[in-house]
């Protein structure tokens, strides 16, 4: 006789059939998909900023080339696209965040709604710092 | 008998590592991947912002400081991809059959594009 003892064993658990399209049933999991597929966007964004940094390495030239690249209307779509998902992804992510960090002061949690204020805080810092950078230094 | 220690113990993942690549991930590219892309995507190619010049932004860009803080944003981005599309393919395509092929396709690509960056960041400019 098997048992889960056994080298040999192995469970079968009865899995239902899911749709491969599930979650074009309801709207709050095609939320849930388009959260997911906002990580496609954040890796488009790494191959963009390192053919900036690229551009901006090699020759004045070629950051101009670079800019006229990005005002073709292809590029402004795409990027467009890809910033809805960016904010998307911050606005999800910042707002699990709380849910899953326990910080405890006195030895109580300190409620997640606390906890928000402060990271959304820190993405204003955070991306006015990077404006000044860029545009005002 | 428990076999929990010494060499019949449990086999060690580097799920957890994963998992807080992701979550390191995930934070640096929602802080700084919103403005960055704004700048760069919209703002200055339809002009509402006069673009930097290349001398400032050279002297930026090539700052050591600055190409350590893209390398972390790339490679820690890069891990999160990997790991959130590869559960995105398995879970909302139904593929897990073929999780182990997505895993090689979506990490290796994650560190193929992180060399990529630091050799970028670092030999290339």
């Known amino acids: 006789m098997s048992t889960s003892t056994d080298p040999g064993f192995q469970a079968r658990l009865y899995r239902p059939p899911v749709p491969r399209f599930w979650w074009a049933r309801r709207r709050s999991y095609l939320l849930f998909i388009l959260r997911e597929l906002s990580s496609l966007f954040v890796a488009w964004f790494v191959a963009y900023l390192l053919v900036l940094a690229y551009a901006v390495g090699q020759s004045e030239s070629a950051y101009q080339r670079f800019l006229d690249w990005s005002a073709n209307p292809f590029m402004i779509a795409l990027n467009a696209v890809a910033l809805g998902f960016a904010v998307l992804h911050a606005v999800t992510f910042f707002q699990a965040a709380p849910q899953a960090t326990v910080v405890r002061l006195r030895g109580r949690r300190v409620p997640p709604t606390l906890l928000a204020g402060p990271i959304f805080a820190a993405w204003v810092v955070v991306s006015g710092f990077l404006i000044w950078l860029v545009v005002l230094a | ?125």
């Open chain 2, 1 to 125: 008998m428990s076999g929990r220690s010494g060499r019949s113990g449990p086999k060690r993942s580097a799920e957890p590592f994963i998992w807080l690549g992701f979550s390191a991930g995930g934070v640096v590219a929602a802080l700084a991947i919103p403005a960055l892309l704004f700048l760069f995507g919209l703002a200055f190619p339809l002009g509402w912002i006069d673009p930097p010049d290349h001398a400032h932004l050279d002297a930026v860009v090539t700052h050591a400081v600055t190409r350590l803080a893209l390398l972390g944003l790339c490679v820690l981005s890069l891990i999160h991809f990997a790991h959130r599309f590869r559960f995105t393919l398995i879970d909302g395509l139904q593929l897990r059959r073929y999780d182990q092929l997505i895993a090689a396709g979506t990490y290796g690509t994650a560190l193929v594009g992180s060399v990529l960056a630091g050799y970028v960041l670092f030999f290339a400019i």
